[in-house]
């Protein structure tokens, strides 16, 4: 793990993404303390006297939305709702791949079959679609959002934690717990899934960066997390209507969620070459 | 190769039918009577009534999927509940918007994403390598709507080159390609960085160095001849995802094209045209695939699938 750290720690682009990453964390945990106003509150002065909304400024730091309200504040409590579904489905995508996987690769017969042609399935649909498609159709909100982005992006993780796995029955140490009687459960926790902690640590980070960008899509669409909730997608899908005239409502949201997107792949990336052995003392 | 071939249309056959359970599934899912969507509010009893048997709606649903498929075979996926008109003609008519979109897209994809696949390979290590892999990301982090938004901005507003939106001259489409071909040209750049590695590393190449052949030929010639099978596979995986229509960057420019279609009727819940374009979108998808595996084992005599 110290091998790890350190080669994640010696490669410049990962060292930023972690640094991305931590200053947007510590803003969607901290928001109320780094943030002027309230993101919701829509000022008198945020508008010109033609109703417009203002350019950056001294008062307004990334100046203000068509209502009125501060597009900095707005943005840092966007980085919660990123973040949350970010996370959250993720985290649901790589646990429903990991057991699906597993299990397929794991069981094999019948079991294994019907699962792995599930997702082949599954592969053959349109994600994009299917998630617009499903996130339309069920009344959008945070946790919806979050599921029907698991609902779509588990298909891989399976696919990949599957080839894992069937790799890994075929060694000798697996079947040297079986041959000294060990119960499934314990092989497949004590003796399977610690050799697929990298693919999972990998995915983890690397789908995060998938996931934001899907959020970031359906709330761009109008069907992503819904006002007043305020998320980097959903500012611009408000304001898109004028935004040739404000051009910074764009600007500003599009470069949050590219520079969170690219920071996850980053740091997902360097993790990825890290882990695996045999990129080990190459370079 | 026949076997093997045999077996892979008859695997995606099964898919298929696969997918066509899952879509038809799909109207039983959505919570709107596509009856009352057809009569209307004041329709009476009586004409919901004979608008459902019209539809085959009072049918067992095993025999309404075998309606279903029937009348797929046969071309036909239903009538659209909003426009009234046929579902195949309406996706027909988007098809080619659609396919001259992706064929811009590829065009670009391969434009930005393999120079530069293949200058980071030959600069393998060095800071130019890096700095190429993180544009790469750059590209693939980058929500298509936000470079959509951004270079209409720049291109079409502030410096007057190309038209706002719209669809009918090769102008119209230089944007939304251009916007397809960055984000989706950093895949290409990362796979023809990372099978140029892969070639560059083995003996033959060696050998050619060694032979005295210039390092742009050894590179271009000798290497990239080896190393551009995997991008062929990623074209024809690309055909796929391009066929269910881009419907961001659809949405964005105002293109004609299947995404806006499946947008407006996902809008409209016009479930048979939510229907036809799923499938038609899963039908590339698997071809896309055949096409990938087929071309690769065409193209390369040491793979050879059994």
Known sequence: MNYTLRRILSDKPA?????????????????????????????FDGLTLQGAPRPPNEQFWLGTDLLGRDLYSR???????????????????????????????????????????FTDLMMAFPALLLAIALAAILKPSLWIVAMVIALVNWVQIARVIYTETRALVERDFIEAARAIGAAWPRILFRHVLPHLVPTILVWSTLGIAITVLL????????IGVQPPTPSWGGIIFESQSYFLNAPWLVFFPGVAIVLLALSFNLVGDALRDALDPTQRGRE | MLKYLARRIFQSIGILLGVTVITFMLSFLIPADPVRMIAGRSATPATVERIRHELGLDQPLPVQYGRYLVNLVQGDMGRSYVQKSEVTELIASRLPATLLLMAGAIFFELLLGMPAGIFAASRRGRTADKAVMVLSFVGVSAPQFVVGLILLYVF??????????????????????????????????????????????QDYIRTARAKGASEGRVVLIHGLRNAILP????????????????????????????????????????????????????????????????????????????
């Open chain 2, 156 to 201: 079409a507003y502030s410096l007057a080159l190309f038209p706002l939106s719209g669809y009918g001259t090769l102008w119209h489409l230089v944007l939304p390609a251009l916007t397809l071909g960055f984000t989706g040209g950093g895949w290409y750049s990362r796979m023809t960085r990372s099978s140029m590695v892969e070639v560059l590393r």
């Open chain 1, 215 to 222: 959020e970031a899509t359906l709330s761009f669409l109008g």
């Open chain 2, 231 to 306: 991008i062929i596979a990623m074209i024809g995986l690309d055909i796929g995802i391009f066929m269910q229509g881009a419907v961001v960057v659809e949405a964005v420019y105002g293109w004609p094209g299947i995404g806006q279609l499946a947008w407006q009727a996902i809008q409209r819940i016009d479930i048979p045209i939510i229907m036809g374009v799923t499938l038609v979108a899963a039908v590339a998808i698997v071809l896309g695939n055949l096409l990938a595996d087929i071309a690769t084992s065409l193209f390369d005599p040491r793979v050879r699938l059994g």
């Open chain 1, 15 to 43: 060292l930023f993404g972690t640094l991305v990453i931590g200053v947007t964390v510590a803003g969607a945990v901290f928001a109320p303390l780094v943030t002027p106003y309230d993101p919701a509150q829509q000022f």
């Open chain 1, 75 to 117: 943005l840092v409590y966007g980085a919660r709702s990123s973040l949350i579904i970010g996370i959250a489905a993720n985290a649901a995508a790589v646990l429903i791949g990991t057991l699906l996987g597993t299990t397929a690769g794991y069981v094999g017969g019948v079991v294994g079959t019907v699962i792995m042609r």
